[in-house]
């Protein structure tokens, strides 16, 4: 007789679950041997709290003390201040700078190094005499007498304004009657024309010691202050492949000697007034650009021999830093060698704003070929905008401060330029002498300064010893592991030899005491 429903008897029949039955609480029995070792290790405790050396411990532990509270308090306030010093610790440690830079014992010999680029920019920007010649030739080429001559020279004076971005006087048309006349529109072209040139202004050069034509040294090239005669700059493309030149000794006689002479007579539109000449110190390979780090300009007067005595500081990067992003780094890497991002950032930053405010681009700025190069006929929008094309916007902790307020308000935000984090920066200690060209004055009337007139000035560049270059190393400013190494000294310098004593005591009692009540229990 079957008994269970053959379609069901393969199946596993489950007991209903008592949910009636109430649950059943410390029905567990521990064996003799978790017994054994809890009783154990429970007495070893015991005997710590009651022999522990610290001060403190044993009242906070006796529930019976009156003084068991203030105890407890105690150590409750100790472990809440040391979580909060830890904190704080590492607050601090994540808001310092991230990068730190450290110099090194090593030295860079100045035979190893090239020697800095050197831009001597006059503050005349258009010379009297090119512009009388220039003009000249315009009248001559014009069959029809569209413009005079004093009308000529006062268009072509308008375009010194380009540089200082003042509002000069300019007929519109006269750069149709350029057009037309000259076939000439190029505005690079017109100031090269008008500007001084090299020949005219470099009376004697030396290099190493020995007399060298000008012309072999020094090209006009045009930079952020107009065209300038410049020597060993590799930033033109007719200049890249030049080498670098170096110097091989110390010492005046054996680097580069100059004489400049400015003609007062010769001027026609300046810069600014001022009775010197600029030389700037750069590396060959950037755009000498003055907005940017690592250019630096120098005034040296009429009638005087100036001494620039070179240092420069070559700073490289930790391959660790090449693993973190730009953001984190707050510079930025070079991909090509030494060549500078930073000004590259900085011109395409200046040729942006000027292109929205004045839809073109000034020559000083090395527009690219598609780029409407400014004219006098922009000379009013570049004159109405002078101070936003002149300053940067502040960024970072200092930005709000008063002193800054004129950035704030008018300058151009360039927040997306980094600095480069490595490149050679060169400076100078500058000093000089006035001398008087007087037939009686013999002092400095030696080889190189027979025969120079008056506004002369003598420039002299040069390393005076092998010991002044110094070599940084750009790293983090703290690893993770110097983070934790750093807090754990702060909680070492806190409780001190207390920790080491707690140790030991806390070992002891852990292992032989333990093992003692083990055996008794």
């Given at each position: ?6 379609e ?9 679950s ?6 059943q ?15 154990s290790?429970s ?51 994540r ?23 050197v831009?001597?920019?006059?503050y005349?920007i ?10 000249r ?8 007498g569209?413009?005079?001559?004093s ?7 308008a ?16 750069m ?15 100031m ?59 010492g ?26 600029e ?5 060959g ?53 030494w ?47 002078k ?71 003598v ?42 004593i ?20």
């Open positions: 007789m079957r008994t269970v429903d053959p069901l008897w393969f199946k596993r029949i489950k007991k209903p008592r949910m009636k039955e109430r649950l609480f410390n029905s567990y029995q521990a064996s003799n041997f978790e017994i054994r070792l809890r009783t290790f007495k070893a405790m015991k005997d710590l709290a009651r022999n522990l050396s610290l001060s403190g411990v044993r009242p906070a532990i006796h529930t019976k003390m009156p003084i068991r509270s203030i105890f407890v308090s105690l150590i409750m306030l100790g472990v809440f201040s040391g979580v909060l010093i830890t904190l704080l610790n590492i607050y601090k440690f808001h310092e700078p991230p990068l730190l830079v450290n110099q090194q014992p090593m030295q860079h010999p100045q035979q190893h190094v090239e020697f800095p680029a831009a001597l920019c006059s005349n258009i010379s009297k005499r090119a512009l009388h010649n220039y003009a030739r315009l009248v001559s080429l014009d069959k029809n569209t413009f005079t001559l009308q000529i020279e006062a268009n072509l004076l375009f010194g304004g380009l540089l200082t971005k003042s509002l000069e006087p300019f007929d519109l048309p006269f149709k009657f350029l057009s037309d006349v000259d076939h000439e529109t190029n505005i690079t072209n017109i090269l024309k008008l500007s001084p040139t090299c020949e005219s202004r470099l009376e004697k050069c030396s290099w190493k010691a020995k007399p060298v034509p000008c012309h072999l040294l020094f090209a006009t090239r045009i930079t952020g202050s107009g065209f300038c005669c410049v020597m060993n700059a590799r930033y033109s493309p007719e200049d890249k492949k030049r080498e670098a030149k170096k110097v091989n000794f110390v005046e006689d054996h680097s580069l000697i100059v004489a400049v002479k400015e003609d007062i007579e010769d001027v026609a539109f300046v810069r600014r007034p001022c009775h010197d000449v030389v700037t110190l750069f590396d390979m950037q755009y000498p650009l003055t907005e940017v780090s690592g250019v630096h300009s120098y005034p040296a007067r009429f009638n005087s021999s100036v001494y620039l005595k070179l240092h420069f500081e070559s700073q490289y990067i930790s391959r660790q830093l090449m693993y973190h992003s730009e953001a984190w780094r707050g510079c930025r890497v070079s991909d090509h060698g060549t500078r991002n930073e000004v590259a950032c900085i011109l395409q930053c200046r040729r942006n704003a000027t292109l929205a405010l004045c839809s073109c681009v000034p020559y000083t700025l090395q527009p690219e070929p598609h780029h409407k190069v400014c004219s006098p006929e922009h000379l009013g929008c570049l004159n109405k905008h101070n936003k094309l002149t300053y940067f916007k502040p960024t970072g902790h200092g930005a709000n401060h008063v002193s800054l307020e004129k950035e704030r308000s008018d300058g151009v935000l360039c927040s997306q330029c980094q600095p480069d984090c490595t490149g050679l920066v060169y400076f100078a200690e500058s000093s000089h002498v006035h001398y008087n060209i007087a037939p009686m004055d013999k002092i400095f009337l030696n080889k190189l300064l027979h025969g120079i007139n008056r506004n002369s000035t420039i002299r560049i040069f390393y005076a010893s092998e010991e002044n270059q110094i070599f940084y190393l750009l790293e983090t400013n703290l690893r993770f592991f110097e983070d934790i190494a750093l807090m754990g000294s702060h909680w070492i310098l806190l409780s001190g030899g207390s920790i080491l707690v140790t030991f005591e806390v070992i002891y009692h852990c292992t032989i005491r333990w093992r003692h009540h083990h055996r008794r229990t």
